[in-house]
């Protein structure tokens, strides 16, 4: 078997927080009068908070200092825990557990590889609080992805050579990470159309095809 370990990215990939994030983000943009959509949306897949911020701004960035730029980002975080607690156990796919599950009976480790500060409330959340065998998320990186920072720590966590990882990914910028850190992809959702992938995902079961 050419794999030892998966490496789940989890904003659009384990779970549906993706679009909270555009919701939270978009409720900024109106508040300031930035236009925002959902395309622009994609671009914020990945990156952690203040470069996203700075991509919605844009050509505006100049107008805000970087405490004003801090309070935005404070805000949008604040608005985006409040949709967070909303979640519970049934905002975690049955088929993703499913396959989680089948991964983990054929012996191979699972993590999360995320750019995400709130990874860990997340997984409690939807009852993933211990599931996985590592997660690497925004609290220990200095480096969002596309650098691949989060990975190669996911790696290193496992005990798994880089070689022998396979990442999981909705995010063009998480595939990048994932060939910088010399490992594998998969692409699902949003990250299909870049072809940047070893694998292309209809839905996370497709997997298994793979492993
Ligand atoms: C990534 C998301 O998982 O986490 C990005 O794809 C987000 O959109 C990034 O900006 C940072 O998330 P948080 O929860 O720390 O603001
Ligand atoms: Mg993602």
Known sequence: MKYQAVIFDLDGVICHTDHYHYLAWKK?????????????NNRLRGIGRMESLEILLGARSGEFSLQA?????????????????????????????????????????????????????????????????????????????????????????????????????DAKSGLEAAKAANMDSAAIGDAVKSGLADYQLKTLSDLLLYL
């Open 69 to 169: 730029k801090e309070e935005l980002a404070t805000k949008k975080n604040e608005y985006y825990r409040q949709l967070l607690q909303t979640m519970t156990m049934q905002d975690l796919d049955p088929e993703i557990k499913k396959t989680l599950d089948i991964i983990k009976a054929r012996g191979l480790k699972l993590a999360i590889g995320s750019s995400s500060k709130n990874a860990k409330l997340i997984l409690k959340q939807i009852g993933l609080e211990n599931y996985f065998d590592a997660v690497s998320d925004g609290t220990i990186i200095s480096r969002s992805k596309p650098d691949p920072e989060v990975f190669l720590k996911a790696s290193a966590m496992l005990g798994v050579k880089p070689e022998y990882c396979l990442v999981v990914e």
């Open 28 to 40: 900024i943009a109106d508040e300031i009068g930035v236009h925002f959509d959902k395309t622009i």
